[in-house]
Nanobody, 124 residues
Framework: QVQLIESGGGLVQAGESLRLSCAAS????????MSWFRQAPGKEREFVAG????????YYSHSVKGRFIVSRDNAKNMLYLQMNSLKPEDTAIYYC?????????????????WGQGTQVTVSS
């Protein structure tokens, strides 16, 4: 089993930045592909960003590419999401997800482990 705990959400104004963190425990962190998803009110959960096991490859959705940066620290069992130039449409609950697969997938069904989520609200 893997436990994931997100933190770092909050209320910010458009144009500001936030850094989300996800602490993992219960399994060798470097064995896990890690991703961030988000779910806005009334919408389906969507892929935001993902990073491969060693951190060498990162992937982003079109809507956040160039503004968000995903990273991981395998020594600390931590996943991060640096969110810059935030927009009101980034408002959502952000979830950390993990799986033992080799590749990053943009479909939530491929992930076995999920955190509880952290709320991000961006005001205009």
């Amino acid at each position: 089993q893997v436990q994931l705990i997100e933190s770092g959400g909050g209320l910010v104004q458009a144009g500001e930045s936030l850094r989300l963190s996800c602490a993992a425990s219960g399994r060798t962190f470097s064995d896990l592909v890690m991703s961030w998803f988000r779910q806005a009110p009334g919408k389906e959960r969507e892929f935001v960003a993902g990073v491969t096991r060693g951190g060498g490859n990162t992937y982003y959705s079109h809507s956040v590419k160039g503004r968000f940066i995903v990273s991981r620290d395998n020594a600390k069992n931590m996943l991060y999401l640096q969110m810059n130039s935030l927009k009101p449409e980034d408002t959502a609950i952000y979830y950390c997800a993990a799986d033992r697969r080799v590749m990053v997938y943009e479909t939530q069904g491929y992930y076995s482990y999920w955190g509880q989520g952290t709320q991000v609200t961006v005001s205009s």
